[in-house]
């Protein structure tokens, strides 16, 4: 399971520069940790964060065992034009999770 | 003359042993109840008051998806509790009037779908008995809590205020020693919480997950090198209502971010 959740503010104006934040539910499991038997716990983290607007790639993060589990990821964007924003994580097997949220200009 | 006497000892020890209200909070004065965030960083309570940031709403949004999802052909939490169960979390762990157990949260939900829903119970500690609980405590988000302790909840309560006064453990330490002596000090680089379960399930940062308060208990157990109960055990649930009891008034909080 992958719960994601967005929050991007619509409407806004135009020009208006907008806080727009993601969470998503992962382990980031960093491949450090052993378990009760002293195994180690094999790596599992996300690798990737992306942010388009139609298509164009406006904001980009990579990701490493040091992030924090169920990573939240806040960035600012000035509003120029209304549109999709895609929202998309990939970890490290190549898995993605995708999301998108309406932006709204008035 | 010995029936007299032995009616004067019955009557000695059900006074000793009522439980009342002021019993319960006797413990901590009733101006001194402070909730396990007041212990927290400004920033770790800016978390935990962000509805968006706050990560054990990624469980209170999976529960609601489960609360409205029918199993097979049996009707879905929500045909039943159209209307939400706003402030029922901040009753429990309360005495089932049909068995006569006393359930916590958990063990309502896991009675209700194996009765009504006909379905079996979720494992304690599951992702999805977390979400389910955590979308119904969430419900009662600022309710105080409000615990009934008489009748034939007595017992239970009288339990579980002996494990907390009961020292365990390697260390040989109760509950009551860091959580009512101690609460404000330090142990290592943390500040000693009262112990109130309010704001459970709650995502805790050591676990990088939401869990239960029983996964709370033994924690603590294990930190006092004691061996823990297993979660769901009726002595947790007796804990829990032990700790309801203590931190009566005190506002639902979950979920609650903490440490």
Request: net charge neutral; aromatic share 10%; proline share 6%.
């Given at each position: 399971m992958a719960g994601i959740r967005l929050a991007v503010p619509s409407p806004v104006h135009q020009g208006e520069i907008i806080e727009i934040k993601a969470l998503i539910q992962h382990?980031?499991?960093?491949?450090?940790r052993r378990g009760a038997r002293g195994e180690v716990i094999e790596r599992n983290i996300l690798t990737r964060f992306e942010c388009d607007l139609n298509g164009t790639l406006i904001f980009a993060a990579d990701l490493h065992p040091g992030v924090a589990a169920n990573p939240l990821i806040t960035f600012h964007l000035k509003a120029m034009e209304p549109g999709t924003l895609t929202f998309t994580w990939t970890d490290q097997n190549g898995e993605i999770w995708q999301d998108s949220a309406a932006l709204e200009i008035t | 003359m010995k029936r007299l006497l032995a009616l004067m000892a019955g009557a000695l020890i059900s006074g000793c042993f009522a439980p009342s209200a002021p019993d319960a909070s006797s413990v901590l004065d009733a101006g001194e109840?402070?909730?396990?965030?007041?212990?927290?960083?400004p920033e770790t309570q800016a978390l935990q008051a962000d509805a968006f940031a706050n990560p054990g709403f990624l469980w209170v949004d999976r529960g609601a998806a489960l609360f409205e999802q029918p199993i097979s052909d049996r009707p879905a939490c929500?045909?039943?509790h159209e209307a939400g169960?706003?402030?029922?979390?901040?009753?429990?762990?309360?005495?089932?009037?049909?068995?006569g157990q006393l359930l916590n949260l958990e063990g309502r939900i896991n009675q209700c779908r194996v009765t009504h829903q006909k379905a079996a119970p979720l494992t304690y500690e599951s992702d999805d008995l977390l979400a389910l609980s955590a979308y119904v405590a969430n419900q009662s988000l600022g309710e105080p809590i409000r615990v009934d302790i008489n009748g034939a909840a007595a017992k239970h309560f009288r339990q579980g205020r002996d494990y907390f006064t009961t020292r365990r453990g390697q260390f040989n330490l109760s509950c009551q020693q860091c959580?009512?002596?101690?609460?404000?000090?330090?142990l290592r680089g943390d500040t000693i919480s009262q112990?109130?379960?309010?704001?459970?399930?709650a995502y805790r940062f050591e676990w990088q997950s939401l869990g239960s308060l029983h996964r709370r208990l033994r924690d603590c157990d294990t930190g006092v090198r004691a061996q823990p109960l297993p979660s769901g055990d009726q002595t947790y649930i007796a804990v829990e209502l032990f700790l309801a009891a203590r931190a009566q008034g005190l506002d639902m909080e979950s979920p609650a971010v903490r440490r």
């Open positions: 382990a980031m499991e960093s491949g450090f | 109840i402070r909730s396990g965030t007041s212990f927290l960083t929500m045909a039943c169960l706003k402030g029922v979390a901040a009753t429990y762990p309360k005495i089932d009037p049909e068995s959580h009512t002596d101690h609460w404000g000090q330090k112990g109130h379960g309010n704001g459970f399930p």
